[in-house]
Every structure is written in structure tokens, then in C-alpha cells.
């Protein structure tokens, strides 16, 4: 095995674990802070850390993932480009502290003018950590980052539910957006190894902004499709609803939002090096496409099927409705993650400006289908998201292969294949149980095995699935191995 893949390999399997254990941390604040906060302030404090969630994305810029592709970039550049994600980082701060009464006032709520306050500390920290991430992109240290986030996102679990269980307050989900940001800063800094000095060489900079300014785009209409939802229903629906929709779209989004954002810090670099190898770069990127449907799309799915007993029995009785959206939430997140996993091609083979373009279009239009589901409640916005991400994968698999230059039957390769073969066979397996078994827990269980039992067979019956799976299994064990043996 190469240097670079053997990086690509090691840095792989330290993204899957340290996104492992994120995913779990943040599942474990989902299921435990539902047993001490009402519905209704998830909605209040979703509402502002959607708000939040867009304007880090524009804070980002795209400069981080743009100095990834340009390790040469001087001292004095790289100083400037943290000088604008930190003054981007200071302005919004000010927009949310001094926007609190107005975002109050929008929503009718008063309640919400504290949350805003606080939390508009979390735009400022991301604004200060932006181009440290980026260094340790630059080195392809991204596992270390990786891991810092992981290790502050369990300690900001730990002190929210800590802080929940003594006082019960609200400000427990404020704990858990601002810690891990405050401890964040100082350790990326640490690991970074690197200091900002005084702005120059606006010039070298300025490139860098506008290949990161097209790189924005094509993350901030991603953001803004996370985000955007939760705001706009609060505006029609009662708290309450809204805090039913989050912490289901919580439950289903985190895995997909874990793996693309670690796992694309390791992929696109390693993609990037061997761009001019069209064959080479769509072979490696069809073998991490279906090893994410096979791994994590089949999984999403199970537990989709068995998702309303599953839901009740993990927050309780008063999140039925948080049952019912989980289940089609993470139909629509199981597309969500094929489709953008498809979006790294803009950017490794060089196809940014084409990216952009088509997601000004795209991703507006994912929105906007779903918002069209309002009339029915927080349902009828789930199941339009399924079914916009559903249209939006293989439509994307066009205009990425037209970017970079093949077919859209090079992009979708195997990622079809795999998931009517396996991912939705696993899916209506487990369904089938809840027509003839009763109670939750059983029902749980009964569906867990009838999916586990079916993607044995598959994998028995199936030597092109077998073989995939094998492979996949062989990469990550031997990668494992190296990774303990290799000197510190």
C-alpha cells in the first residue's frame, strides 16, 4: 500500500470511529434530555440554532477546505484569510446579541431573546477556530481534528445532562452547543501547531477566497437545506410540533451529518491527488459509495422501519409524533447521504464553479418540496423530504458525472445496485414483524433480527454484495491493525 493510501486508509478509520462515538454522544443527549425538557423548548432553542447553524456556514466560507488544496500557502496569506473568518465570526455574534428582541418578535416568543444571547457565542468560536481546522486539513492531520471534536462534543454531552439532571432547565441545550465550541478553540489551536500573524499577501489570499467562495456555495445551500426547515415551520406550527420534528430529524440526521462532515475532511484531499486519473479517482469513489450503503444506509433504514416503537421507548410516551417523523425522516436522510457523498466530486475533480450551480437550483428546490408539505403538519414536511431527496439523488449523479466528465452510470456505479439489493430489502424485513407482533420492545426486536437475518442471506446469495462487503471489511480491519502498530 502506497504513503497516501495508507494515510487515506488510516485517517478513514479514525473518521469512522471518532464519528462513532460523536453519533453516540449526541444520540445519548437526544434520549436523556427528552426525559427532562418539555417539547416545546426544543422547538424554541432548534428554531435559533438552525439561525445559528446557517450563519457558521457562512462564517466557513469554504476557506477552511480550500487550504486543504493548497499546501503551499504562505504564513501571511493563511493569516489573513483567519483574519476574515474571525471578523465574520465577530459580526454575526453582534447580529445575534443585538438581534435577539427582533428574532423574539418574529416568532412571537419572548423566551427566546436569552437563548439568542447565549448561543450567539457559538458563532464567534467557529469563527476563531475556521483556518486551524484548515491547517490540519493542510497536513492531513484531519483524524486529529476529528478527534478533538469527538472528545468536546462527549465532555458538552457530560455537562448537559449534568446540568439538566440538577436544575431541569432549558439552558441545558445552550451547555450543549457552547462548550464543545469553547473547548474546541484552544485544543485545535494546540494540535494546529500553527499561530496567526499579522495580515499580508492579499493577493495569494484573495485566490483562495475565490475558490473557497464556490466552495461555500456549494456548502451553504447544503446548510441551509438542514437548517432552514425547523425556522419556517416554527413560524406555522406550535413549539411543541416543532420539538417533535427536531429531536426526530436529531435522531435521524445525526449519523448522516457525522459521516459525510468527518469523513469528507479524509476524501476529498485523497480524491483531489488523484483527479487526474478519472478511472482511478471514480474507482475509489464507487468503493466508498457502496460501503456507505451497505454499512450506513442499510442501517439507517432498519431503523427506520422499526422507528416509531423505537422512538417512544428511548424519549418516552410524549414523543409519539417524534415516532412517526423519525420513521420517514430517515427514509428521505438515507438518500440525503448517497446525494451528498455525490457532491464531493464537484469539489476533488476541480468542479466547484459547476457545483455551485447546480446547487443554487437544487438544493432551493429540495426546500421548497418540502416545505410544500406545511398543510399537513410536521408529517407532511417529512414525507415531501423523503421524497425530494429520493428525486434529488439520481439527479445529482447527472450533473456531478457531466462536471467531471463521466457518465452518470460511473457516478451511481454500484451505490443503485446495493441499495435495491440490499439496503431496502434489510428495510421491508424489519417493517414486516410490527404487522403481527405486539408491544414495543418486542417489535424492536423482532424487526432488528428479521433486517440482520435478510442481510445475511443477501450476503450468502449475492457474490457481487459478498465481495464488496469482504473487501470493505479486509480495508478496515488491516487498516486497524496498522494504525495500532505504527509508531506514535
Do not use: C
Not at 424519549?315 to 448517497?338: K, S, Y
Amino acid at each position: 500500500m502506497t504513503d497516501l493510501a495508507r494515510v487515506g486508509a488510516r485517517g478513514g478509520v479514525v473518521a469512522i470511529v471518532t464519528q462513532a462515538v460523536t453519533m453516540a454522544a449526541r444520540l445519548v443527549s437526544v434520549i436523556l434530555l427528552a426525559r427532562w425538557i418539555a417539547p416545546e423548548y426544543f422547538g424554541l432553542v432548534a428554531i435559533v440554532v438552525s439561525l445559528s447553524d446557517i450563519a457558521v456556514a457562512i462564517i466557513g466560507l469554504g476557506l477552511p477546505m480550500a487550504v486543504a488544496q493548497a499546501p503551499g500557502l504562505s504564513h501571511k496569506a493563511r493569516s489573513s484569510l483567519f483574519a476574515v473568518n474571525a471578523g465574520l465570526g465577530v459580526v454575526f455574534a453582534l447580529a445575534f446579541f443585538l438581534g435577539a428582541d427582533a428574532i423574539a418578535a418574529l416568532y412571537d416568543e419572548p423566551r427566546i431573546v436569552p437563548l439568542t444571547r447565549w448561543l450567539a457565542l457559538v458563532p464567534l468560536l467557529a469563527g476563531l477556530t475556521a483556518q486551524f481546522r484548515g491547517q490540519l486539513m493542510v497536513d492531513l492531520k484531519a483524524a486529529s481534528s476529528q478527534a478533538i471534536v469527538a472528545a468536546t462534543r462527549v465532555i458538552g454531552v457530560g455537562a448537559a445532562v449534568a446540568f439538566a439532571a440538577a436544575t431541569g432547565s432549558p439552558y441545558a441545550l445552550v451547555v450543549l452547543a457552547v462548550v464543545p465550541q469553547a473547548l474546541q478553540l484552544p485544543w485545535l489551536a494546540f494540535a494546529a501547531r500553527w499561530r496567526p500573524g499579522l495580515p499580508g499577501e492579499w493577493r495569494e489570499a484573495g485566490g483562495l477566497i475565490r475558490v473557497g467562495a464556490h466552495i461555500f456555495g456549494l456548502t451553504m445551500v447544503r446548510s441551509l437545506t438542514r437548517s432552514i426547515l425547523v425556522p419556517v415551520m416554527g413560524l406555522f406550527q406550535p413549539a411543541a410540533m416543532v420539538g417533535q420534528y427536531d429531536r426526530a430529524s436529531q435522531l435521524s440526521a445525526t449519523p448522516v451529518n457525522s459521516l459525510t462532515d468527518g469523513l469528507q475532511q479524509v476524501a476529498i484531499p485523497l480524491l483531489a491527488r488523484v483527479r487526474d486519473d478519472r478511472e482511478r479517482m471514480m474507482r475509489a469513489f464507487d468503493s466508498l459509495q457502496v460501503a456507505i450503503v451497505m454499512s450506513m444506509v442499510s442501517a439507517m433504514w432498519l431503523a427506520a422501519a422499526i422507528g416509531e416503537p423505537l422512538v417512544v421507548v428511548l424519549l418516552g410516551e410524549d414523543w409519539q409524533v417524534a415516532g412517526m417523523v423519525f420513521q420517514l425522516v430517515t427514509i428521505g436522510a438515507g438518500f440525503r447521504l448517497v446525494a451528498t457523498v455525490q457532491q464531493w466530486l464537484f469539489i476533488a475533480g476541480e468542479a466547484t464553479a459547476a457545483g455551485l450551480r447546480f446547487s443554487l437550483w437544487s438544493q432551493p428546490a429540495v426546500v421548497a418540496l418540502s416545505l410544500a408539505g406545511l398543510p399537513w403538519g410536521v408529517v407532511g414536511v417529512s414525507v415531501m423530504n423523503a421524497a425530494a431527496w429520493l428525486v434529488f439523488w439520481p439527479v445529482g449523479a447527472v450533473f456531478a458525472g457531466r462536471a467531471v466528465g463521466v457518465s452518470a452510470r460511473s457516478v451511481l456505479g454500484g451505490t443503485a445496485y446495493a441499495t435495491a439489493l440490499f439496503a431496502a430489502p434489510i428495510a421491508v424485513a424489519a417493517a414486516l414483524p410490527r404487522l403481527w407482533v405486539d408491544g414495543n420492545v418486542p417489535q424492536i426486536l423482532a424487526g432488528t433480527a428479521a433486517g440482520l437475518a435478510v442481510a445475511g442471506l443477501m450476503l450468502a446469495v449475492n457474490g457481487r454484495l459478498r465481495r464488496t462487503f469482504m473487501r470493505f471489511v479486509r480495508q478496515v480491519t488491516g487498516s486497524l491493525r496498522r494504525s495500532s502498530s505504527s509508531p506514535r
